[in-house]
């Protein structure tokens, strides 16, 4: 699940898409319009989802505009209307175009993130290097998608890996300091033991030479 924005404005992300992407965007908005207003719909926690929340409108519109690309194509569609009447029975009978909507603030600020359009533009390009490496030359294949909203599933995860790399370097730290005071202790006893064989030997170099005077 994903609604792909290499670029920031809309109808240049959808015209950026080959027609096998292009027309799976239009599924992919239904789903996501659902996940966020039907209760009991599935994918809520998915970033893909989250990113949108809060955005209903802006998403209904992103999902309209890649249908009047497709439908430049000379295809059919029937995706526009389903958008259309899922967001009016949410409570979103209107859509403002995507230029009302800037104006107003009322696009998701992520859209503006490089770092978001970059990731999405390299996910294009693993997908069909044939396709969209002459469209995005310079933007290395591997980098990982960047999403801007987590599932609170998520974020828990990442912090136990936090806590959890914290608790290893605090156990690697503790170790190297008992390691460290195990070798300094042996350095002591060796020091001791060096030290009292000097003296015996002074005592008995001393008591081989007998009385002196």
């Not at 290893?168 to 033991?193: D, N, V, W």
């Amino acid at each position: 699940m994903q609604t792909f924005v290499p670029f920031a404005s809309f109808e240049a992300s959808a015209r950026a898409l080959d027609a096998k992407r292009l027309g799976k965007q239009r599924v992919e908005v239904i789903q996501i319009v659902r996940a966020l207003t039907v209760p009991g719909y599935a994918w809520k926690s998915h970033p893909a989802v989250l990113m949108w929340k809060g955005y209903e409108e802006a998403l209904g519109r992103y999902g309209l505009v890649m249908c009047d690309v497709w439908l430049e194509l000379g295809f059919g569609d029937t995706c526009a209307a389903t958008i259309t009447a899922d967001l009016a029975t949410a409570g979103i009978p209107h859509l403002r175009t995507e230029a009302e909507l800037a104006e107003a603030g009322a696009l998701p600020p992520w859209l503006f993130d490089e770092a978001v359009q970059q990731s999405h533009q390299s996910a294009l390009v693993r997908k069909d290097p044939e396709f969209y490496r002459q469209r995005f030359p310079d933007v290395r294949p591997d980098i990982e998608y960047v999403w801007p909203v987590r599932s609170p599933a998520v974020v828990e995860r990442e912090e136990r890996q936090r806590e959890n790399a914290r608790k290893r370097q605090e156990r690697a730290e503790q170790k190297i300091l008992a390691e460290l005071a195990a070798a300094k202790r042996r350095r002591s006893a060796a020091a001791r033991r060096a030290a009292r064989t000097r003296a015996a030997n002074a005592a008995a170099k001393k008591r081989a030479a007998g009385p002196t005077g």
